[in-house]
């Protein structure tokens, strides 16, 4: 699986759009970008996957460059109970994945 | 419709002990996935299940094993317990027409 890139640690205010970037400038043209989330030593909770297009559901939007060598998870409104570590993850269909170190987001009144 | 369910929650082992986790994945689920999580790090993947079989280990020792039962539960045995084995056991589980896999709860496993 493709490695990928994530800062370590971002804030953002409550209410305001969180973006968390993630570089996977060696994606296979198989493979899917997937988020998920992790909420302090509770188990990853899954927020959406995409191949090329950019997808949108109730959680999140995901954003990927043409290229497929990035992408953006954005969380529209960010609350306080959106503050975890997001990892960002390349893998085929039906592989196993691959965590990195994700990126701690903290959301701050 | 319930999630993935593992059990125990929290044990307490002695080095040189042997220990079987449990998971049960989501109705409808046919693979399973298990993964170590040590403390203050990320996931690490250790085995992947599927219709039975297993399909993919990373990169722990022999004595990390396990299997899966015809009901697509699965069991995760370390035997040898070393004090670094102590961490958060993760199970996730995937149906066959899906992408996503749903992860358990977690067994805390702690070794001393």
């Known amino acids: 699986d493709a490695k990928t890139t994530q800062p370590p640690s971002m804030d953002c205010a409550e209410g305001r759009a969180a973006n968390l970037p993630c570089n996977h400038s060696t994606i296979s043209g198989n493979e899917y970008v997937y988020w998920y989330r992790q909420i302090h030593s509770q188990g990853p909770q899954y927020i959406i996957h995409g191949l090329k297009n950019n997808e949108t559901n109730e959680m999140a939007s995901l954003i990927i460059t043409e290229d497929r060598k990035s992408s953006t998870l954005i969380l529209p409104h960010a609350t306080l109970r959106d503050t975890a570590v997001y990892y960002c993850?390349?893998?085929?269909?039906?592989?196993?994945?691959?965590f990195g170190a994700g990126t701690r987001l903290t959301v701050k009144p | 419709e319930a999630g993935v369910t593992q059990s125990p929650t929290h044990l307490i082992k002695t080095r040189g002990q042997q220990v079987t986790l449990r998971c049960s994945p989501i109705?409808?689920?046919?693979?399973v996935y298990w993964y170590q999580q040590a403390l203050g790090l990320g996931l690490q993947f250790l085995l992947w299940?599927?219709?039975?079989?297993?399909?993919n280990r990373g990169n722990f020792p022999p004595r990390f094993s396990g299997r899966q039962f015809p009901n697509y539960s699965s069991e995760l045995n370390v035997n040898a317990l070393e004090l670094e084995d102590s961490a958060l056991y993760l199970c996730?589980?995937?149906?066959?027409?899906?992408?996503?896999?749903?992860f358990g709860p977690g067994t805390r496993l702690t070794v001393t």
């Open positions: 299940y599927d219709e039975g079989e297993e399909r």
């Open positions: 996730a589980s995937k149906g066959p027409n899906f992408y996503e896999q749903y």
């Open positions: 993850i390349v893998r085929v269909a039906t592989g196993d994945m691959r």
């Open positions: 109705s409808g689920h046919t693979s």
